[in-house]
């Protein structure tokens, strides 16, 4: 296993589209929308926007986006689908070339209403100097969107596959072997939590994402729209919903800024 996301780039970038990765997406819109404040438009940064799902989604509802991400070629992926969007969700979206560790660099404390942070702390060993970054950006009653790998529910996907090994480890380690061939970190919901709110972000609401779906074959296709209704509805539900939540392959974080 190699280290750092840009290590398994490649292979994220050709599973775009696959039946994991839009589920992810899709629960991540839904669960989001429902906590962003109710003006509107946001000011949203999307830090490690990648190819800017969510980027487009926000900007497509009316809110200005900067998403924030190092990868060129990722970047160049949303600017191609940015290409295909309306004028006025195009002139909503402005896109940065820079490192997550330089967020204090680029952009003024409490400059953004709505921060996400989407897949990117599992490939830092130490994810508390990005966290006391990202606590800086939102002003009062902002929000911090934080989807993490699920450390309590690690053990979870090799133990459904039958690889006893990786099992064993997780119920102890952190960190894991992750689908694109990189070493990732997993974060424990508590820890996180009381991290948060040691930077003045109270945690108001935390979700599981792909309890049912995790351990679908890397290349797995999208269903048929009856189906992936009907599979989101129950992805949706259980990701709202003990105990399963707590076994997703990952938490999603909304917290707020007092």
Excluded: K
């Excluded at 160049?76 to 969007?85: P, V």
């Excluded at 002139?91 to 942070?117: H, I, K, N």
């Excluded at 100097?129 to 929000?143: C, Q, S, T």
Aim: charged fraction near 25%.
């Amino acid at each position: 296993m190699e280290t750092g996301f840009a290590a398994g780039e490649g292979r994220w970038r050709a599973r775009l589209g696959t039946l994991r990765q839009v589920v992810r997406q899709e629960l991540v819109t839904r669960q989001l929308t429902a906590h962003l404040p109710g003006r509107a438009p946001l000011r949203v940064l999307d830090v490690g926007c990648g190819q800017g799902t969510q980027t487009l989604r926000l900007a497509r509802r009316g809110h200005e986006v900067t998403g924030l991400d190092s990868s060129p070629a990722l970047l160049a992926d949303l600017g191609r689908a940015l290409a295909g969007e309306p004028e006025e969700a195009r002139r909503r979206v402005r896109t940065v070339q820079g490192d997550v560790r330089d967020l204090a660099s680029l952009f003024e404390p409490g400059s953004f209403d709505v921060v996400l942070c989407h897949g990117v702390l599992m490939y830092f060993a130490d994810p508390e100097p990005v966290l006391d970054d990202l606590a800086r950006l939102p002003g009062p009653g902002g929000v911090v969107s934080l989807l993490v790998r699920n450390g309590d529910g690690l053990a979870m996907r090799p133990g459904l596959t039958g690889d006893w090994a990786a099992a064993w480890r997780a119920f102890e380690e952190p960190s894991y072997g992750n689908r694109i061939g990189v070493t990732a970190r997993a974060d424990r919901l508590d820890v996180l939590t009381a991290s948060l709110a040691g930077r003045g972000l109270d945690v108001a609401a935390w979700y599981g994402v792909r309890v049912f779906t995790d351990t679908a074959p890397d290349e797995a296709e999208v269903p048929g729209e009856a189906e992936l209704a009907a599979l989101l509805a129950c992805e949706e539900r259980a990701g709202a919903t003990d105990p399963y939540r707590r076994v997703a392959a990952l938490t999603h974080v909304l917290a707020v800024r007092a």
